[in-house]
């Protein structure tokens, strides 16, 4: 199944890349490399995801913010490949900043949320690296940050 077709079946359709809010780009091509800035988790209505894990969200739903984030990611990636995902060779690396109290612990399973979406969009071309960080805040108090570095042809 192509890339398109498993966001069909995933019943996703992928947004244009918002804007900078500050003094940089939404990504950078050097060589077959794409980095994409870090997106933060928006709820459906496209206000930001704010809250703290283990204060006021749950494991599960900041698993769901960084799986939008995911998608957000996934967008800009398209854009960045001129609106052609089959050129993505590989998903390379996520790293993931997630707005935590001291002693939340879960990090690595909110960052599951992006991780599993990527690997069922890209199969094994999306078997990524990753690092998934506690942090005290994120900017516009959002619950998760995520960026992305990608091998495109």
């Not at 991780?115 to 900017?139: C, N, T, Y």
Request: net charge negative; hydrophobic share 45%; with cysteine.
């Amino acid at each position: 199944m192509s890339v398109y077709e498993k966001l069909k079946a995933l019943d996703i359709t992928l947004a244009a890349p918002a804007a900078p809010v500050a003094a940089y780009v939404m990504y950078v091509q050097s060589g077959n490399l794409v980095y994409l800035s870090g997106h933060i988790a928006k709820k459906p209505d496209g206000t930001v995801w704010a809250g703290q894990l283990g204060k006021n969200i749950s494991t599960e739903e900041g698993a769901q913010a960084a799986r939008g984030v995911a998608i957000a990611l996934i967008g800009t990636l398209q854009a960045a490949c001129d609106g052609d995902l089959t050129r993505v060779k590989r998903i390379v690396k996520l790293t993931s900043l997630v707005n935590s109290t001291a002693d939340y612990t879960d990090h690595h399973l909110v960052t599951n949320g992006a991780s599993e979406l990527i690997g069922e969009v890209f199969g094994d071309a999306g078997k990524h690296a990753r690092a998934a960080f506690g942090v005290a805040q994120i900017p516009l108090g959002a619950c998760v940050e995520i960026e992305m570095i990608a091998e495109v042809a």
